[in-house]
């Protein structure tokens, strides 16, 4: 099935524009949603994602010798929202520049070569990046897609919607990527759209990103499906 939008919510902080969330779930291989549920039941994590702090995943990972094995989950489930990522970019490219943010490089590199867009995916040196940056900003490209390597010090603000594609585990490093757009000298409301896996161990890292900032808890929380 295709995916779709679950609900979406406002934040509003401050003197910064407000910031509306939407979450939009994904088509998700059975192969990965094995593999979660393999690694939950190891880890003692339900199906709705309860049962471990995300703080502690990594450390009972690798305490039971099953880091590797999380970490391709992670990876693949970056993978398999490409297809629902570039549905979206085809829908959204007609109103706005867009940012699209992912900690895995897979989802960026498969925006190379894609008309009006840059990518900055890590290989690049620091001024490289720069200049990608100041020619976004300057208007020479519909949209740009970003990894970790520029999740704070850079500028994309003449976007205003923020693509998120895979996850961080940290509350805080999320904030910091979405301060590429959202910051005091963005003008305009910011859409912030989050792709979501369905399947256990993502909706336990969504509830602690959720417990973070807890405003926001119920589109991070417990993505529902209709």
């Known amino acids: 099935s295709g995916h779709f939008l679950v609900r979406s919510i406002e934040e509003v ?48 990972a690798t305490a039971q010798g099953l880091l590797g094995d999380l970490s391709r989950l992670r990876k693949e489930s970056a993978i398999a929202k490409i297809p629902t990522m570039l549905a979206r970019l085809d829908a959204l490219q007609a109103e706005e520049p867009i940012v699209v943010y992912s900690e895995h490089v897979e989802p960026i590199k498969a925006l190379e070569g894609r008309p009006g867009w840059a990518t900055i995916t890590g290989a690049e040196t620091q ?13 020479k490209y519909r949209g740009i897609g970003i990894t970790s390597a520029v999740r704070e010090g850079l500028t994309y603000t003449r976007a205003a919607y923020f693509l998120r594609v895979s996850f961080s585990w940290l509350d805080a490093w999320e904030r910091q990527s979405e301060g590429r757009v959202w910051r005091l000298s963005q003008e305009r409301p910011v859409t912030i759209e989050v792709l979501i896996a369905e399947h256990a161990i993502e909706r336990a890292v969504l509830r602690r990103l959720g417990e973070g900032r807890q405003r926001n808890a119920q589109i991070w929380a417990r993505p529902e499906t209709p």
């Not at 001024?127 to 208007?139: K, S």
């Open 13 to 60: 902080e401050g003197d910064l524009p407000p910031k509306t969330y939407k979450a939009t779930i994904c088509p998700t291989p059975s192969g990965v949603v094995d593999l979660s549920r393999e690694l939950a039941h190891a880890l003692g994590i339900d199906e709705a994602g309860d049962g471990l702090e995300v703080a502690d995943l990594e450390a009972r």
């Open 127 to 139: 001024r490289r990046r720069q200049q990608i940056t100041e020619d976004f900003q300057a208007g």
